[in-house]
Nanobody, 123 residues
Framework: VQLQASGGGSVQAGGSLRLSCAAS????????VGWFRQGPGKDREFVAV????????AYADSVKGRSTISRDDEKETVYLDIGTLRPEDTAVYFC?????????????????WGQGTQVTVSS
């Protein structure tokens, strides 16, 4: 499966963004899709994951309560809505897909990766 992340941009603190991860390939609905991010000088970290139905999504503590991950299997797209953005949310955001695990927070469990989209939050 091929993934393409989009929707990044520059926003003021307190604003919101919707990131999209468009997939192409077979059986998209059978993949768990995760979002990860890598800030300047930092390691890549888990943000959120949405499993195949009917399993529940999971979020990193850093975004829990102000973000929502969702999927539209007909459109083969996963969305990440992040609100109340903070400067520390500045990062390149990547989406990734796997069928090996339902709700992994480890990037090592993901087999397919998109190219990343830059999010910059200014104070």
């Amino acid at each position: 499966v091929q993934l393409q992340a989009s929707g990044g941009g520059s926003v003021q603190a307190g604003g919101s963004l919707r990131l999209s991860c468009a997939a192409s390939g077979r059986a998209f609905s059978s993949y768990a899709v995760g979002w990860f991010r890598q800030g300047p000088g930092k390691d890549r970290e888990f943000v959120a994951v949405i499993p195949w139905s009917p399993n529940r999504a999971a979020y990193a503590d850093s975004v829990k309560g102000r973000s929502t991950i969702s999927r539209d299997d007909e459109k083969e797209t996963v969305y990440l809505d992040i609100g109340t953005l903070r400067p520390e949310d500045t990062a390149v955001y990547f989406c990734a897909a796997t069928r090996r695990t339902v709700r992994s927070r480890s990037e090592n469990d993901y087999d397919y990766w998109g190219q990343g989209t830059q999010v910059t939050v200014s104070s």
